[in-house]
C-alpha cells in the first residue's frame, strides 16, 4: 500500500446560514418570514440583518411626505441595495448612514 496517498483537508469551518439575512430584505412578508426562521434557528448574521431591515421599514414610514418623500425613498432603496448585497456576501456590514444606529437602538431585538 502507497502511504503517500492524498491526504484530504480538513472541512472548512461552516459559516452561518445566511438565509435569514437574505430573506429578510425580501418585502416586509419576506421580513416577516425571516423573523420566524431566525425564531427557530438563531444566527448573529439573521439577528444583525433583521435589526437592519427593521430600521429601514421604519425609516420608511417618513416617505408618505409629498416631494421629499421621493428623494427619501431613493435614499432608502440604496441603503436596501447595500443591505442586501452585505447579506447575499454573508457579511455583518452596517448599512450606511445609519446602520450603527440601527444595531445601537434595536439590540434588544432578535437575540
Not at 429601514?56 to 448585497?85: D, H, N, Q, R, T
Not at 457579511?91 to 432578535?110: D, L, N, S
Request: glycine residues 10%; aromatic residues 12%.
Amino acid at each position: 500500500m502507497d502511504s503517500s496517498a492524498p491526504v484530504s483537508p480538513p472541512p472548512a469551518p461552516v459559516s452561518e446560514d445566511k438565509t435569514v439575512a437574505i430573506v429578510s430584505y425580501l418585502t416586509l412578508i419576506g421580513f416577516i418570514v425571516a423573523i420566524i426562521l431566525h425564531s427557530s434557528k438563531k444566527t448573529q448574521i439573521g439577528a444583525f440583518h433583521l435589526r437592519q431591515m427593521l430600521g429601514l421599514i421604519l425609516f420608511s414610514l417618513g416617505g408618505v411626505i409629498p416631494l421629499i418623500g421621493l428623494l427619501w425613498a431613493l435614499f432608502l432603496l440604496v441603503l436596501w441595495v447595500f443591505g442586501l448585497i452585505a447579506a447575499v456576501k454573508g457579511e455583518q456590514k452596517p448599512v450606511p448612514v445609519f446602520g450603527a444606529m440601527f444595531q445601537k437602538w434595536f439590540a434588544g431585538a432578535f437575540g
